[in-house]
T-cell receptor
């Protein structure tokens, strides 16, 4: 079951914040976040496993609400290098495979 | 560490011919590898799960006779697109999980292969 991401696209000015949401209709084992630049392979950002878990790296962080089967990616004080398409990938319990959402295109302007 | 390579990085072939794409885990063994396909401005769609020494598991709607997957060793999986047609033109990406790990861990992606069928 493909997770649903929102918004589909967002345009930011450098320094602004953004939130990207990912939701599933299935119980989730893990949520993976990736960023992809045009023509390149996706780059791993982080994995969340447990309900209530939050992780972060520099100014990008994420949370996982297991009960709601939702995850959110937070980008603070955005930089030009943050531009790209962000994908969440979800693994269902007993699923054994990573299924990607449709993606959120993020553009950061100077 | 944890590098996955793909070969070729791009290929152009004529309609009706077959193309083989290799996915190698360079510094780890991978019992399980995955093949994804991505059309322009779309998501990565899982095509199949490849397990070393056994038949691949294909996702619904993916023709197993058209997309042949062979995972003959713990470091190599191959995808052969048989009788390719222009609609098979796409970006094909493989990923691998180190043996002994599951999807609680990062899976490592190759750089992708861009296939163009003329």
């Amino acid at each position: 079951q493909q997770p649903v991401q929102s918004p589909q696209a967002v345009i930011l000015r450098e320094g602004e914040d953004a939130v990207i949401n990912c939701s599933s209709s299935k119980a989730l084992y893990s949520v993976h976040w990736y960023r992809q630049k045009h023509g390149e392979a996706p780059v791993f950002l982080m994995i969340l496993l447990k309900g209530g878990e939050q992780k972060g790296h520099e100014k990008i962080s994420a949370s996982f609400n297991e009960k709601k089967q939702q995850s959110s990616l937070y980008l603070t004080a955005s930089q030009l290098s943050y531009s790209g398409t962000y994908f969440c990938g979800t693994v269902e319990w007993q699923g054994g495979k990573l299924i990607f959402g449709q993606g959120t295109e993020l553009s950061v302007k100077p | 560490g944890a590098v996955v390579s793909q070969h070729p990085s791009w290929v152009i072939c004529k309609s009706g011919t077959s193309v083989k794409i290799e996915c190698r885990s360079l510094d780890f063994q991978a019992t399980t590898m995955f093949w994804y396909r991505q059309f322009p401005k779309q998501s990565l769609m899982l095509m199949a799960t490849s397990n070393e020494g056994s038949k691949a598991t294909y996702e619904q709607g993916v023709e197993k006779d058209k997309f042949l997957i062979n995972h003959a060793s713990l470091t190599l999986s191959t995808l052969t697109v048989t009788s390719a047609h222009p609609e098979d033109s796409s970006f094909y990406i493989c990923s691998a999980i180190p043996s002994g790990r599951n999807l609680a861990y990062e899976q490592y992606f190759g750089p992708g292969t861009r296939l163009t069928v003329t």
